[in-house]
């Protein structure tokens, strides 16, 4: 979700681009396939439920793209990549339609450490629990101002396999510079190439801060699943920076 926000945030706001639809239940899908199919396979598709990565949590719909010129559209394009966000092109497995889908952005589940089928079960739940989540986009004054000192370091990406595939994961310094415990922490975590361009974009939880405050004065290794294993990581900087605080 946060970098579905962070995607989004760095669309211009004179864009109009709003997201219209991101989870869906099996019953919203299969209504949307439906649908498609009494309008003759036209118009936006749907995908058959129980493959669409709406219901895994893992996609959603903008609206106001079609206005968009090819410079605008490819600027849209380049901020879904840097947040793992791919737009696609061509038809769903077995349709044979080679229909656009317009609206439609999605993420790998893959880069979050689970397979498709295990995000499908997880996210087969009421829709008014998907709405609970601690991350917020707008944060109070001392919490922005708290950011500034929490000091990352020592940066370095290890691998190790996980249920039969080869997995990245970053491990950190987190150091608290403040005079407050903190509990919750979220990281933007940035990687370039060697000409200094912008390739990835990743919000992480370090999940170890559940477990164990992180006091004044104090450093914490955090190592945090970042995703499958890149061949280009080793070309250029990794940066990281506190965006989310809670104590």
């Not at 793992?84 to 952005?105: C, I, R, S, V």
């Not at 989540?133 to 000192?149: F, G, I, M, N, Q």
């Not at 940035?190 to 974009?201: A, F, I, K, N």
């Not at 370090?206 to 992180?214: E, G, R």
Request: a neutral charge; proline letters at 4%; aromatic letters at 14%.
């Amino acid at each position: 979700m946060r970098n579905a926000e962070g995607f989004i945030a760095e669309i211009p706001e004179k864009y109009h681009v709003t997201i219209n639809s991101s989870f869906r239940s099996y019953g919203d899908q299969e209504l949307l396939y439906e649908r498609w199919l009494a309008r003759g396979k036209t118009g936006i598709p749907a995908a058959k439920p129980g493959t669409s990565r709406h219901e895994a949590g893992f996609a959603f719909d903008l609206n106001r793209l079609q206005g968009l010129t090819f410079n605008q559209w490819n600027g849209v394009l380049n901020a879904g990549a840097r947040y793992g966000f791919a737009y696609l092109l061509g038809d769903f497995p077995g349709e044979g339609t080679q229909k656009f889908d317009w609206p439609h952005f999605q993420a790998n589940p893959l880069d979050y450490g689970l397979t498709f089928s295990e995000a499908l079960a997880e996210n087969r739940v009421r829709r008014e629990s998907i709405q609970q989540c601690v991350w917020k986009t707008d944060l109070p004054k001392e919490a922005r101002d708290y950011l500034s000192r929490l000091i990352i370091s020592d940066l370095h990406f290890t691998t190790a396999p996980w249920r039969g595939q080869e997995l990245t994961y970053l491990d950190a310094q987190v150091t608290n510079n403040g005079d407050w415990n903190v509990r919750r922490l979220e990281l933007r975590v940035e990687l370039y190439d060697r000409l200094g361009e912008l390739l990835q974009v990743r919000l992480l939880h370090p999940a170890d801060l559940y477990k164990a405050l992180l006091k004044p004065g104090t450093t914490l290794g955090v190592h945090l699943l970042y995703g499958r294993v890149y061949d280009f990581w080793a070309d250029g900087p990794l940066k990281a920076r506190a965006t989310y605080v809670e104590w």
